[in-house]
């Protein structure tokens, strides 16, 4: 079992920038491939962005150019870097760690102010 945790979500203007964490207990870590979600109220989970294990990030068109995942094995940890946001940009953000199970985190608040 992997436990997955994120933080680093709060309120924030529209603009301003933000950056999560998301940090996985196991000792596999450099296996896994990750994945950060985001679901508003009344919407389903969307992917957001997502980093192999080799490092090769994909981004929604919604947020490419203004998010950055990035990852630093010998943390554990995976990080979502967000720039510019917007008011649309606010929802739980969760991150997925994928190996041969997908494990998740309870989920981390962004409230985007305009």
């Known amino acids: 079992q992997v436990q997955v945790v994120e933080s680093g979500g709060g309120l924030v203007q529209a603009g301003g920038s933000l950056r999560l964490s998301c940090a996985a207990s196991t000792t596999t870590f450099s296996a896994y491939g990750f994945g950060w979600y985001r679901q508003a109220p009344g919407k389903q989970r969307e992917w957001v962005a997502g980093i192999s294990k080799a490092g090769i990030t994909n981004y929604a068109d919604s947020v490419k150019g203004r998010f950055t995942i990035s990852r630093d094995n010998t943390k554990k940890t995976v990080y979502l870097q967000m720039n510019s946001l917007k008011p649309e940009d606010t929802a739980v953000y969760y991150c997925?760690?994928?190996?041969?199970?997908?494990?998740w985190g309870q989920g981390t608040q962004v409230t985007v102010s305009s």
């Open positions: 997925s760690a994928d190996l041969r199970n997908t494990y």
